[in-house]
């Protein structure tokens, strides 16, 4: 397993070495770095990192495991392709939060590595986004950690970190003479919210996503849901965010939909039912076939040979009542949704058992209220 770190950086790099000292002393082994920071930063992390060296004296000075590192390994944020100087304009905060996120993102998709991210160094808002996207992509082997230096030696330009051997400093704001062996470097483990399961799968796959859509999304699955069911276009409208299904699948969750907007009971497994019960289940969910643009398989697996035919005179045929198998095929509109809409906003919306454990005859539906659905048959 990979051990990460990444951290956010502006004119300090001494927040890197600073963290790998306070690790190694936690006996945390770092295997790659990767700073997040913007042009100058860039420079200075170059500078004092690898041009002076002070990474691979911290390594050999403890004794410490090879870190791959290099200038390749220190992400300079940009905007529409241009690398941004510093987090002046709003623009630029747009860029540094999407910047984040979408690198939080990439590195947390590696289902071989471990993240430890620091909020030590760079300027407020880029730390506040660290941490905001670690609690959207971090995974529970993920941590988010900062590092508390004794006072005195706090952005001192010479010291990178507590030296096995005296080494004077001079602090220059306060003419205090320091001795970097003596400094304390201590790390502090940051607890966070993960949210990384409510997140829907077309967010957490998606290299291009930005701070704002994400955090949207996630808000509106706390907000008041409204539900629009595009009938004949087979699209789900929650809160504005569409879900494009199958046929199939939209007929099956309009069919569930629809005896919550009409009864507020949702349906009972067909196993528990009558024949002629199971046959009026037949023939609801067909006529939501019709509407939806099913192909003729699906009449087919009903008793009806001709889809035209059904359509024309559903009276006419001799149905094949409702079975278990085709009632439980909700479960694969439950899995689309999950995938568009994450998990929380799933169980919220997706076709689920109504009744309580216990009872004898379930009830399946959509945990929401009548006046929460809406149809719209508007021709696609």
């Known amino acids: 397993m990979k051990r990460i770190l990444l951290a956010v950086t502006g004119l300090s790099p001494q927040v890197i070495t600073e963290t790998l000292y306070a690790m190694h002393i936690k006996q945390q082994h770092v295997d790659e770095i990767h700073i997040i920071t913007t042009t100058e930063g860039k420079k200075r992390a170059k500078l004092g990192l690898l041009t002076d060296r002070h990474l691979s004296k911290l390594l050999a000075d403890y004794n410490m495991p090879a870190v ?8 300079c944020i940009d905007s529409e392709g241009i690398s941004i100087d510093d987090a002046l304009t709003a ?7 999407d910047y984040i996120t979408r690198k939080v993102r990439e590195l947390t998709s590696d289902a071989n590595s471990v993240i430890t991210a620091s909020i030590a160094g760079g300027r407020k808002t880029m730390t506040f986004y660290l941490g905001y996207a670690m609690s959207l992509f971090g995974r529970q082997c993920d941590s988010l950690s900062h590092v508390l230096i004794s006072e005195g ?20 704001r306060t003419d205090q003479v ?13 607890p966070f919210v993960r949210m990384r399961k409510e997140m829907p799968e077309h967010l957490l796959n998606n290299p291009d996503v930005d701070f704002t859509a994400t955090v949207k999304n996630l808000n509106m699955q706390r907000e008041n849901i409204k539900i629009t069911l595009y009938v004949s276009k087979n ?42 019960q199971a046959l009026i289940y037949s023939e609801d969910y067909l006529s939501w076939a019709v509407k939806t643009g099913c192909d003729n398989k699906v009449f087919e697996g009903l008793g009806v040979t001709y889809k035209e035919d059904f359509v024309i ?7 094949k009542a409702m079975d278990n198998k ?7 509109v439950n899995k689309r949704l999950k995938v568009h809409y994450g998990n929380y906003l799933a169980e919220l919306i997706g076709i689920h058992k109504l009744t309580p454990n216990g009872i004898k005859n379930k009830r399946f539906g959509i945990m929401l209220a009548g006046q929460q659905i809406e149809f719209n048959y508007e021709a696609s």
Not at 69 to 74: A, K, M, V
Not at 182 to 190: G, K, M, Y
Not at 236 to 251: E, K, R, S
Not at 313 to 319: R, S, V
């Open 68 to 75: 791959t590192f290099d200038e390749q390994y220190i992400h």
């Open 326 to 332: 085709k009632f439980e095929s909700r479960t694969t």
């Open 178 to 190: 320091l001795d970097a062996k003596e400094a304390i470097v201590t790390l502090i483990n940051i």
């Open 235 to 276: 699209q789900i409208d929650v809160n504005g965010n569409v879900c494009q299904l199958t046929p199939n699948d939209m007929a099956m969750y309009c069919w569930f939909a629809a005896s919550i907007y009409e009864y507020s009971t949702g349906l009972q497994n067909p196993q528990k039912m009558t024949e002629q």
């Open 153 to 172: 030696y706090e952005n001192l330009h010479d010291f990178y970190y507590p030296t096995r051997h005296s080494k004077t400093l001079i602090n220059s």
């Open 91 to 97: 623009e630029d905060h747009d860029a540094v939060a």
């Open 313 to 319: 005179a559903p009276d006419q045929y001799t149905l």
